[in-house]
C-alpha cells in the first residue's frame, strides 16, 4: 500500500508542479518587504512616521467548493477550477510616537453578490477595528473592539478611505490573493514531498 501511495504522491507533485504559476513569489506593488515563517506571511510597508504590517496565514484560506454537480459532469480532460486563497488579514498601524496600535480585522466576503449595483466595490471588508499596546504578541479580551456590522456607514468610509491612504486598497487586496494563492500553493507541493518522504521511510 505504502509504495502505491508514494508512486501516486510523485505523480501528484509532477502535476503540481506543472500548473504552479509562480516559481518564486509575486511580489506585492507600493514597497510592502514580505516575511514569510512557514504558513504566515506578513507584509510591512513604513510610511512618514507610521509603520503598517498586514499578517495573514494561508491555513484554511481556500473555500470549500460549493457545486458538487459541476464535478460530477466535468469531463476527465477537463481542467479543474483554479483554486484561490482569500485568507483574513489583519492590518496594524503603529504610529512611532504611540504606544498604541490600530488593530483592523479583514477579510474577503464569500459572496459579491450584494454590491453590484455599487460602482467601486470593495473586494474586502472590515470585520473589527481594535487598540492594542504596540509591541505586545497577546492581544487583551478586554481592550474595547469595534464590530462593524453595526457601525454608522460614514465612520466606515472613513476607515476604509484610512486603510487606502495607506496602501491597503483594492490593488492590494488583488495583489494579497495572488500571493497567499502562490503561498499556499507552493506549502501545499512542499507538503506533499514530505509526505512523499514520510511514507517511503521504513
Not at 502505491?4 to 504559476?21: G, R, S, V, Y
Not at 459532469?73 to 483574513?88: A, R
Not at 457601525?151 to 483594492?170: E, I
Request: glycine share 4%.
Amino acid at each position: 500500500g505504502d509504495k502505491a501511495f508514494a508512486q501516486f504522491l510523485t505523480d501528484e507533485i509532477q502535476e503540481e508542479k506543472k500548473i504552479q504559476k509562480h516559481k518564486s513569489l509575486p511580489k506585492v506593488s507600493g514597497g510592502w518587504e514580505l516575511e514569510v515563517h512557514g504558513t504566515e506571511a506578513k507584509l510591512v510597508r513604513k510610511i512618514a512616521g507610521e509603520r503598517v504590517t498586514v499578517t495573514f496565514n494561508i491555513n484554511n484560506s481556500i473555500p470549500p467548493s460549493v457545486d458538487d454537480e459541476t464535478q460530477e459532469e466535468q469531463k476527465p480532460d477537463e481542467q479543474e477550477p483554479e483554486l484561490t486563497s482569500t485568507p483574513n488579514f489583519v492590518v496594524e498601524v503603529i504610529k512611532d510616537d504611540t504606544k498604541q496600535t490600530l488593530v483592523l480585522d479583514c477579510h474577503y466576503p464569500e459572496d459579491e453578490v450584494g454590491h453590484e449595483g455599487e460602482e467601486e466595490s470593495d473586494i474586502f471588508t472590515i470585520r473589527e477595528v481594535s487598540f492594542q499596546p504596540t509591541g505586545e504578541s497577546d492581544w487583551k479580551d478586554t481592550n474595547y473592539t469595534l464590530n462593524t456590522e453595526s457601525l454608522d456607514w460614514a465612520l466606515y468610509d472613513h476607515l476604509m478611505d484610512f486603510l487606502a491612504d495607506r496602501g491597503v486598497d483594492n490593488t492590494f487586496a488583488d495583489e494579497l490573493i495572488e500571493l497567499s494563492t502562490a503561498l499556499e500553493h507552493q506549502e501545499y507541493i512542499k507538503f506533499l514531498e514530505d509526505l512523499k518522504r514520510f511514507v517511503k521511510c521504513q
